[in-house]
């Protein structure tokens, strides 16, 4: 069963015929422990109900909470998207397979223990994460790509002045490492830069939910992200390998005679 995590007043509130309400409406229409407020029942009739506690926002309770003996009398045609049920002796996989069999076998239904609730939610979670770690491989090709097509036109806009450092004596093997440092470069900063902006946007996005979403915070997986940039770092070291090798078997008597 879930209970709302109370700031002000009591759950008791709702057996007094009174309401309770989360702490937008506090912020956003200055209701208090105590104020009465203007209500719309489904039927079309309106009254005022007192506001007997405020609860912290949940996705899962919704904004406003009164009990039945209130609602009941303006409606005609109950809906109910949540039911909560707590069983004297826990959650019991008795319990939820007699709730099941109580409804029929009704497809439309989902008898869920709080786990199962909170597996439910996290299996969507991971299957957003999933997507995103997909998206993000690509991205990790296409920069891949990227650093190829940089490092060619690099090495092409500079033959003469690859040609001209051999021929002071710069070794093969140097200028192989010359290029592989650049795109070594090149992909770290990219990565790092990435990271940064990712990290702001996340910290951006927590902020405008945290009044929606109690408790969400963000958490930066340190060694990952740096995982992260040393991953970049062997993506362009690969990606340069062929053109540091192109790189250096250059002629140097033709690259100075470049134009």
């Known amino acids: 069963m879930i209970v709302p995590n109370m700031v002000s007043g009591s759950t008791a509130a709702l057996r007094r015929g009174e309401i309770l309400v989360d702490q937008d409406h506090v912020v956003n229409d200055g209701w208090a422990v105590g104020s009465t407020v203007p209500v719309t029942y489904p039927d079309g009739s309106s009254g005022r109900l007192t506001v007997g506690g405020v609860y912290r926002n949940s996705e899962v309770l919704g904004s406003v909470l009164m009990s039945r003996s209130v609602l009941s009398p303006h409606t005609t045609a109950p809906f109910y998207s949540t039911v909560l049920v707590k069983g004297v002796t826990g959650a019991r996989a008795s319990l939820q397979q ?19 609730m909170r597996d439910h939610f996290s299996s969507q979670i991971s ?36 040609g001209m450092l051999g021929a002071v004596g710069l070794s093969r093997s140097a200028v192989r490492r010359m290029v592989r440092l650049e795109s070594v470069l090149i992909a770290s900063f990219g990565a790092a830069l990435g990271i940064a902006i990712g990290s702001f946007l996340a910290l951006a996005g927590v902020r405008l939910l945290s009044s929606a979403m109690t408790g969400l915070t963000t958490v930066f997986p340190y060694a990952q992200l740096a995982a992260y940039v040393v991953g ?21 008597l033709d690259s100075i005679e470049t134009d």
Do not use: F, H
Request: zero cysteines.
């Open 232 to 252: 970049a770092a062997l993506v362009g070291l690969l990606a340069a390998l062929w053109l540091a090798r192109r790189a250096a078997r250059l002629n140097v």
């Open 98 to 116: 007699a709730l099941k069999d109580s409804t029929g076998d009704n497809p439309l239904i989902n008898v869920r223990t709080k786990q199962q």
């Open 127 to 162: 299957l957003l994460l999933d997507a995103m770690y997909a998206l993000l491989a690509l991205s990790v090709i296409i920069a891949a790509l990227g650093v190829v097509n940089t490092l060619a036109m690099a090495v092409l806009e500079r033959k003469r002045e690859i």
